[in-house]
């Protein structure tokens, strides 16, 4: 997955170049579901909860969600 190696970037963990490396789909693999975590125990755990339901429930109210998922799913992402 992009984001997963874009994480490990960000954590300085995989130098992440765009030019060195292309993100394609497995063949023969399934689609999987995507699930977001926060520790209710981190300072701002509850919070970002509570933003991400939020942006979520926005993004579906305004139609926005299922355009981000029809784009995934074109570049074979989801």
């Given amino acids: ?12 963990l995989f130098d992440l170049k ?7 789909p497995l063949p023969g693999t399934e689609k999987y579901l995507l699930y977001f975590a926060a520790s209710k125990a981190h300072h701002d755990g509850r919070k970002l909860i509570k933003d991400i339901n939020k942006g979520i429930a926005t993004l579906s109210a305004l139609g926005e ?8 799913q074109r570049q074979g992402g989801v």
């Fill in 18 to 24: 765009k030019s060195d490396y292309q993100i394609k």
């Fill in 65 to 72: 969600m299922s355009q981000i998922i029809r784009s995934y």
């Fill in 1 to 12: 997955m992009q984001e997963v190696f874009q994480g490990l970037a960000n954590l300085v």
